[in-house]
């Protein structure tokens, strides 16, 4: 579980990297259930510890018509019931401060969305819980300040803290990655993700519905690899363009297989 793979990131024994994968959002209990299947039969098999991802609610939406969720209770249930199925750590993302403790009654890791990440009452709530806290690194912070985020959840009693890169603002529309980063937040003495779905958004588009560049997933994936990531973040659906949310900017399932595949062979050669 999530709780024994931290030290041994922090130590520098773990032989591979971690992956968290799953759907943008918990759109119901079958495809949950059969994204998680397919994903624990591939990392089972490349020996690569599994994080499930689903968001449970999607607060920040552009347009007043996006899909938000399928209810509260309902999905965290969901979530509930795939880390108890298949074994695995769940995450989910939290936005306001009293949903730490409900979230974390369903599921191992509360993640804190890059546009909160400096909301002190949000951090401090979710390290009380006592759960490992994945705060997402903001697109307009640079890589240095996140030891800010470590702090407060620290000095709040918790030290079970990652931190996740996903990309700097680069124009209106646009994401890069400055890979300087993730070596600079694993000096914070925590084990640092790599989202290579979320990194490849293209924000604010004219339509309100956020674009992507998906071919660029594994490129994003293999850099960060390369120079130290100790796991992704990858969103990932059997059907991304039917996808209730985020779809444009998200891996196959089918692709999933091949991508990891490549990935440990890539942390083979540079451990």
Partial sequence: ??????????????????????????????????????????????????????????????RLD????????????????????????????????????MAAAYVDVLQIPAFLCRQTDLLVAAAKTNKVVNVKKGQFLSAGSMKFAVDKIVESGNDKVLLTDRGNTFGYQDLIVDYRGIPEMRSFNVPTIMDCTHSLQQPNQTSGVTGGKPALI??????????????????????????????????????????????????????
């Avoid at 990297?17 to 059969?34: K, Q, V, Y």
């Avoid at 309902?74 to 695995?88: D, N, P, Q, S, Y």
């Avoid at 293999?222 to 059907?239: C, N, R, S, W």
């Fill in 1 to 62: 579980m999530i709780n024994n793979y931290i030290p041994e990131i922090k130590n520098g024994t773990s032989q591979n990297f971690f992956l968290m994968a799953g759907p943008c959002a918990i759109e119901g209990e079958d495809i949950a259930l059969r994204i998680a299947e397919k994903i624990v039969a591939i990392t089972d098999k490349l020996n690569i510890p599994y994080i499930f991802k689903g968001s449970y609610r999607k607060a920040n939406r552009s």
């Fill in 66 to 101: 996006s899909f938000m969720g399928i209810g509260d209770e309902k999905a965290l249930k969901i979530l509930e019931k795939v880390g108890r199925t298949f074994a695995v750590p769940t995450v989910t993302d939290i936005h306001e401060s009293h949903e730490a403790e």
């Fill in 218 to 271: 594994e490129t994003i994936a293999k850099a960060a690899i390369a120079v130290g990531a100790d796991g992704l973040f990858i969103e990932t659906h059997p059907d991304p363009a039917n996808a209730k949310s985020d779809g444009a900017n998200m891996l196959h399932l089918d692709l999933l297989e091949g991508l990891m595949e490549k990935l440990v062979r890539i942390r083979q050669a540079i451990l």
